[in-house]
């Protein structure tokens, strides 16, 4: 096996798939990046058998065949080299060779034969989303998946397509946000799947927003593909719970704010709450705002901002990370937050976007 490419583009595919290598010990090859040459493409595989990842460059390549290669070692030797040409040879014995310019090294590999065998792709049950439509709607949510892995249907997005709506929604118990798309082209059938948080985390950072992304399915798994990059991942398997009843139908009191405005007033009264609850306060009467947070032992703040509300008054008490978190992905300069009672949730939408986009926020007990 002999293939010559230029230094960058051997970085860029490393890097696209270096997040799916599997450090774990029972599977020590898992920690190796299995590179395949095929015509004029070098296919660079990586997965931990939840999350797999393969990215294809263009190479020259001088003789064809297979190798699986350390991950970490590689990525950190690519990184070091001069900015140039790249010689990579395997010899009969597994021994990788690379010469870039003066430097040259070589490392030990590992035959393909042990490398797990991916599923093939096949065309069916498709659709294609913008890349940068599925990037907006991961960032939207994957903040308000759990990490308990006890409650596995909630490490997980849900993706739901019906006709030209897609909807992804995430919940840890104590909050939920929500998102909707319209697609250009109506799928095939429709979709209901949980996909692992891991999965959509690892897409986010490969993804850039140019064009599209194909998405299907292969019995258990859901796949992500364009012309130089698939992620495959198994899906949750579970029933995920019935958020609509979750979302309130009414609210009667709303108040309309800055975001950037509100977001900086949580961030610096949070800094006097709780360490254990982190609970802060609002207190809504005509066109105020008050918002505090009371720890005996630290320290007390307040801070007041105008605000679009008149109505009867109404204190409630949200975790203040939870509350960052939401205002941090509304991108209107405004936002509305829909209340009925103090104990009731708490519904965040954008008071001005083209998309529906919902995130609810369950108080805590003032």
Known sequence: MKFICKRSDLTHGIQTVLNAVSHRNTLPILSNILFELEDDLLRLTTTDLEVSIICQISVQVIASGSITIPAKRLAEIVRELPDSDVTVSVSDNFLVTLVCEKSLFKINGLPKDDYPVLPKTKNEKGFSISKKQLHEMIKKTIFAVSTDETRYVLNGVLFTVDDDVMRMVSTDGHRLALIEQKLEKIPPQKFNYIVPAKALQELSKILDDEGELNIQLNENQIIFS?????????????????????????????????????????????????????????????????????TPEVGEAQEEMDIAYTGENISVAFNAKYVQDVLKNIVSADCVLGLSTSLNPGVFTPKEEDKKYVCIVMPMRI
Do not use: W
Request: proline content about 4%; charged content about 20%; overall charge positive.
């Open 226 to 294: 364009n012309s130089e990059v698939v992620l495959m991942s198994r899906l949750i398997d579970g029933q995920f719970p019935n958020y609509n009843q979750v979302i309130p139908k009414e609210t009667d009191k709303h108040i309309n704010c800055p975001v950037n405005d509100l977001l900086a007033a949580t961030r610096r009264v949070a800094l006097m709450a709780s360490d254990k609850s982190n609970s802060v306060k609002y207190t809504m009467s005509n066109n105020k705002l008050v918002i505090t947070a009371n």
